[in-house]
């Protein structure tokens, strides 16, 4: 997820995604398909269905941005739902707001079973209403994994402070420093062509590359991420929903895949000082995302008491 | 330096720079000037002095762009001079061409002293008559620090392929990796607001942001690196001239600065196992410039024989 300081700025979740190289590595994903909570018919929900059901909502943002996140969320249940716990996150954190109602959020957290190469996966919504009269939406899906892979994380914001502009972000976050380790930015973005979604989004006159204000943000991602402005100004026919339905969702919908066979669910051997250093770095990433990020922007959007609570659950995973 | 695939790609000399922060680190270099030897008024010059005076004739570009380069270098020699040895790169490869002499280059390295904290900076230029009928011109000026200092090497490359065009990297490096080390991150890019340049030179509207098709060398640059592409198109009055000698110019210049005053002159506190890993790391950056960039751009320019000379003798400074 990405918090934004007045605009749009810097990013909070951080996630990784690589391929199979030389290695032969096994999947340790269900080929299962399971049913995402939110979609149950189920006529009597308790209240955590509820929750989910008001998470998967998308209340504030339109329509072929809710369905593209629906269809991620969903995409990741049906295929690593059987790996992931359900949601553990207190009622008033998996949905909150500020006293006036102006700024309203809503999360859901999955921690990965012991058995799984998944640290958590945390789906988000953020809408704020913007003194100015517009709104701030940040609909937001960030995975980690455990040290018992060194794959990528994954990572994708969108941010949209008007109704002709989005800010992208969408990555498959490294969890090695790529100089020290070549090998690394060979195996998971060289040999994977990971370069081209980008590159596809970018011959669109609409899309324009994107600094976010935060120099951590900027070194945290890949040598291929997406990390785009989308200004559509008054091209009707070109609108956001357009952009995001035929250019932005299948961008998006193809590196999850890819993330998910690849990195999320594909076994890779690690060795001990290997699993001491991703330990550590993710463990930086982890604190300074909660710290540095979500510390920073949710004190101002819905106030020092809410904030408080939220972090201090968030912080039980992200780390102290 | 950097070197070209068939239009602009990837850049091949690495350097990096920061600033102090709480320590107060001494100054290492001479406040004396020591003239530099190309612009020496000397009427009998030797061999190398007329080697040097070809490598400060640039003779291929054009005013501007030339006399930014000549600036630069003669920076570097009368603040950093008495900090480093004369060169002494045999005279084929301070200048050498192809067979038939359609692509020519000229190579100006100096080592630090012992006591310096300068491992090596090397300028340098390249021209190559494209089959197009115009022509590609390379300069660069880069500078590697030794592990007695973490402080960022430094790295520009101009690269024109065409009269109304050109290609900028214009960095201070990082050596460490910025993630497992953000006091790294703060000490030198977002303390010293070293993003001011990049921001300054994006306000104009030929400027545009590049993407080297090396994933290596977008990993390896700073967050805060200059790496745009200028395409002044038919505006005959903001050419590719006014622009580097009012924009380019006075941003690489007050980098430089900065770079020898807070980088290359400032005595820094390095333990033992920081400097093996700036060692290591150092070494990793060097010899992917010489086999990956170098390696592979050389022998299409200047043909294998001339490549494995100049090649060769660049390995006992960048490593094998």
Redesign the interface.
């Known amino acids: 997820m990405a918090i934004i300081s007045t605009s749009t700025s810097s990013s909070l979740s951080i996630f990784h995604c690589p391929r199979t190289s030389n290695s032969t590595p096994k999947s340790r994903c269900s080929k299962s398909r399971a049913q995402f909570p939110g979609s149950s018919s189920s006529a009597s929900m308790d209240t955590n269905d509820e929750l989910k059901a008001k998470f998967m909502e998308f209340p504030f943002v339109s329509g072929s941005h809710k369905k593209l996140m629906v269809e991620l969320l969903s995409s990741v249940d049906s295929r690593l739902g059987s790996s992931l716990q359900s949601c553990t996150l207190p009622p008033d954190v998996q949905h909150f707001g500020n006293s006036t109602a102006s700024a309203r959020a809503s999360l859901h957290l999955r921690s990965g079973l012991p058995s799984s190469q998944i640290d958590f996966i945390l789906g988000g919504w953020i809408h704020c209403d913007l003194p100015s009269g517009g709104a701030l939406n940040i609909t937001s899906l960030s995975a980690y994994l455990k040290p018992s892979t060194n794959a990528p994380h994954f990572l994708l914001d969108l941010i949209q402070s008007s109704p002709t502009s989005l800010v992208l972000i969408l990555d498959l976050t490294p969890r090695k420093?790529?100089?020290?380790y070549?090998d690394y930015?060979k195996t998971y973005?060289?040999d994977t062509n990971l370069?081209r979604h980008?590159q596809r989004l970018?011959t669109l006159p609409v899309v324009k590359?994107y600094?976010s204000p935060s120099?951590?943000i900027?070194?945290?991602l890949?040598?291929?991420a997406i990390l785009v402005g989308i200004d559509v100004g008054d091209d009707e026919e070109t609108g956001v929903e357009d952009i995001i339905e035929h250019h932005v969702g299948p961008v998006a919908k193809e590196m999850l895949d890819f993330w998910i066979e690849s990195c999320a669910c594909l076994e890779r051997s690690v060795g001990e000082d290997e699993r001491d250093y991703l330990e550590?770095?993710d463990g930086?990433?982890k604190r300074?995302t909660i710290e540095v990020d979500l510390g920073a922007s949710f004190p101002r959007l819905f106030g020092q008491e809410v904030a408080d609570r939220v972090l201090g659950v968030l912080k039980g995973y992200y780390g102290k």
Do not use: G, K, N
Not at 177 to 180: F, G, L, T, V
């Open positions: 420093d790529p100089i020290s070549p930015l973005y060289e370069d980008r970018q590359p600094f120099l951590y900027r070194a945290v890949s040598p291929t550590e770095r930086i990433i300074t």
